[in-house]
């Protein structure tokens, strides 16, 4: 049986992710599909436009076997992190090969540059920067690309060209990218040609900012020390921008060479969740996969599966437990109470099997 995994946020899903399953499943000819994919908050420091339950039923109604969830801490970090946990993931869950979107479509080129180690780079310089460095001009997807080729061992790796640019932000009329969509989504536009998701009240980080300001400018540094990802003497940047009266201002006074827009909002993403280092220090590496959705093949193959499946809440190990239920109020607390109080049950329910 041959087992393929892919690496997703789906924010939101669209159609360009159905014509991914589609191809993956051609190009791979795998017997069963799982998709490792982010939570409620993801890589680029943003919480998802809408829930990971509703993300990951329909990527099972479109062509997944199996959703599994990379942990909050792990989706909230740079795409070495990223990606180097969502290997291990679909590697534990039994994964003989995966499949990524690339705008080079290069595989060889990928694994070549892959192998080049960036220790040496000056720590001040960002990571976009730091990749230039090395590799010159890159895309988002070939920098996952990179990463995911760095920790794929032992699986397989394939490729599929990406059919739009990561950033583009003009709607196409079939496929567009999560970028544009969610910009739309912004201006109230109808996305429904892009996405087959019903999209209602959609959460952005500048919703978030009025909590955000709030504890930058009342808590002291020496504790925002304390968090993850305050390093550096950042915190005293944010404090001082927090003064900005909008999210917008407030991210284009703290983005600079050294810090990306993602490294900024990742920072404030673990701020709201008040993570600290002595927590993410003291992680195990998972054992386990935290099961979200599947299709009847999929919940076949959870009776072999190769791990420890999660499919209650509580037995999830308790130091991702808490990080999970902590993110899980932070997304619902800018909903209504209905939506809260359903946000918070949905965290402890079992998977969706479809």
């Not at 993931?89 to 892959?114: H, P, V, W």
């Not at 925002?224 to 003064?243: P, R, S, V």
């Not at 619902?332 to 939506?339: F, L, P, T």
């Not at 918070?344 to 079992?350: D, F, V």
Request: charged share 25%; hydrophobic share 35%.
């Amino acid at each position: 049986m041959k087992i393929c995994g892919i690496v997703c946020e789906y924010n939101p899903f669209h159609n360009g992710h159905i014509y991914h399953i589609q191809k993956t499943k051609e190009i791979t000819k795998c017997d069963l599909l799982i998709a490792v994919m982010s939570p409620n908050f993801v890589q680029r420091g943003e919480p998802a436009v809408v829930s990971k339950w509703e993300r990951a039923k329909c990527a099972v109604v479109h062509g997944v076997d199996l959703v599994i969830e990379l942990p909050f801490i792990y989706a909230t970090q740079s795409a070495q992190n990223f990606a180097k946990l969502a290997m291990h993931l679909l590697a534990l869950a039994g994964c003989d090969c995966f499949c990524f979107g690339s705008e080079s479509n290069s595989l060889d080129e990928l694994i070549r540059l892959s192998k080049i180690e960036l220790p040496s780079l000056d720590k001040t310089i960002a990571p976009v920067q730091s990749y230039e460095k090395v590799y010159g001009k890159m895309n988002p997807n070939d920098i996952l690309g990179i990463n995911y080729l760095k920790y794929c061992h032992p699986m397989t790796p394939y490729c599929i060209k990406r059919s739009n640019h990561y950033f583009d932000e003009e709607m196409e009329d079939h496929i567009s990218s999560a970028t544009s969509i969610r910009k739309a989504l912004r201006s109230n536009l109808d996305v429904k040609k892009a996405t087959p998701m019903e999209i209602h009240d959609p959460l952005f980080i500048e919703d978030f900012y009025p909590l955000i300001q709030s504890l930058l400018l009342t808590l002291s540094p020496s504790y925002l020390q304390t968090l993850f990802l305050m390093d550096e003497g950042i915190e005293n940047l944010l404090i001082k921008n927090a003064q900005c009266t909008s999210f917008h201002d407030f991210l284009n006074q703290s983005v600079s060479k050294k810090y990306t827009q993602s490294r900024i909002q990742r920072t404030c993403i673990h701020l709201l969740n008040q993570t600290t280092k002595k927590q993410v220090n003291e992680l195990p590496i998972p054992n386990y996969v935290r099961v979200l959705a599947a299709n009847e093949a999929g919940k076949k193959y959870l009776k072999t599966i190769p791990c420890t499946v999660a499919s209650r809440f509580n037995q999830i190990p308790k130091a991702y437990r808490d990080m999970e239920m902590k993110a899980a109020y932070v997304y619902a607390s800018m909903k209504s109470e209905e939506k809260r109080k359903k946000c918070k049950e949905e965290e402890l329910q079992p998977p969706i099997f479809l």
